[in-house]
């Protein structure tokens, strides 16, 4: 999993949940392809999708996370006061994730920073922007972080 993804899992935990859903899926669809014959196969698959379908149906649907409460929330239970608006840094100390340098120069590759990754104060501000971007354009909420 990609830092990215472990920070998605972080804020849109129920997003995680039908991904994880989906991948049982498809590892049952496997299993009765080589176990079974290819109707069979076609018949759990429809059972699966259907069983998927009514399950995503109860999960808060993505674009309804407000990242701003549930950063805020974390904020408040967190013993030290974090910039986690502003700094990367402290965005993934928040959630529980590695904030190393090298973890932030895998999280700037995984997401094709193109400066240096030397110039670290650089780097960081164009990831803070980019991890925000990124949970936006995946249906987070983020209207108020930036008001």
Same mark, same amino acid.
């Not at 972080?10 to 994880?20: C, D, E, R």
């Not at 059972?47 to 379908?53: A, R």
């Given at each position: 999993?990609?830092i990215l993804?472990?920070?998605?899992s972080?804020?849109?935990? =129920? !997003?995680?949940? !039908?991904?994880?859903n989906v991948?049982?899926?498809v590892?049952n &669809?496997?299993?009765?392809?080589?176990?079974?014959?290819?109707?069979?196969?076609s018949?759990? &698959?429809?059972?699966?999708?259907?069983?998927?379908? &009514?399950?995503?149906?109860n999960?808060?649907?993505?674009s309804?996370?407000?990242?701003?409460?549930?950063?805020?929330?974390?904020?408040?239970?967190?013993?030290?006061?974090?910039?986690?608006?502003?700094?990367?840094v402290d965005?993934?100390?928040?959630l529980g994730?590695?904030n =190393?340098?090298? @973890?932030?120069?895998?999280? @700037? &590759?995984?997401?094709?920073?193109t400066g =240096?990754?030397?110039?670290?104060? !650089?780097?960081?501000?164009?990831?803070?922007?980019?991890?925000f971007?990124r949970? !936006?354009?995946?249906?987070g909420?983020?209207?108020?972080?930036?008001?």
């Open positions: 999993m990609g993804n472990n920070i998605f972080k804020i849109f935990p =129920s !997003a995680q949940a !039908a991904v994880g991948a049982d899926a590892k &669809q496997v299993n009765n392809i080589t176990g079974h014959d290819k109707d069979a196969a018949n759990n &698959q429809n059972q699966d999708q259907n069983q998927n379908q &009514q399950h995503s149906d999960q808060t649907p993505i309804d996370v407000d990242v701003m409460s549930i950063l805020n929330n974390l904020a408040s239970k967190f013993p030290e006061k974090l910039n986690w608006k502003t700094s990367i965005l993934l100390k928040l994730i590695d =190393s340098l090298d @973890a932030r120069k895998k999280l @700037a &590759q995984e997401l094709n920073y =240096s990754t030397d110039d670290t104060a !650089a780097m960081n501000t164009w990831l803070i922007k980019e991890v971007k949970i !936006a354009e995946k249906g909420n983020i209207t108020h972080l930036f008001s």
